[in-house]
């Protein structure tokens, strides 16, 4: 099992920067690829971000490129969404998720989530 626990959201203005970081414990070496996803009221989940703890590869939802920033660091088994010029479209709950297969959008694919946490921008 993998167990994968959020922090770092809340409450920003429009304009703002938020960092969320998701740590990593139990058997993490059968994991290759951390995202994070995020679920709006009445929407369903959608991708936002992923990299592989090697560093192969990282991909990043239209939405958020140029914006969020997905980083790794592998000897704290963390990673972390730094999300800038954030906007009321971003408010979300936030999810991290694991996955054993390389960098996929598919939330089916990956088999362990954290709990979630909230983030709302305000206008």
């Known amino acids: 099992q993998v167990q994968l626990v959020e922090s770092g959201g809340g409450l920003v203005q429009a304009g703002g920067s938020l960092r969320l970081s998701c740590a990593a414990s139990g058997r993490t070496f059968s994991t290759r690829t951390m995202g994070w996803f995020r679920q709006a009221p009445g929407r369903e989940r959608e991708f936002v971000a992923a990299?592989?703890?090697?560093?192969?590869?990282?991909y990043y939802a239209d939405s958020v490129k140029d914006r969020f920033t997905i980083s790794r660091d592998n000897a704290k088994n963390t990673v972390y969404l730094q999300m800038n010029s954030l906007n009321p479209e971003d408010t979300a709950v936030y999810y991290c998720a694991a996955a054993a297969s390389p960098v996929t959008v598919v939330p089916g694919l990956y088999a362990y989530w954290g709990q979630g946490t909230q983030v709302t921008v305000s206008s």
């Open positions: 990299t592989m703890w090697s560093g192969d590869s990282i």
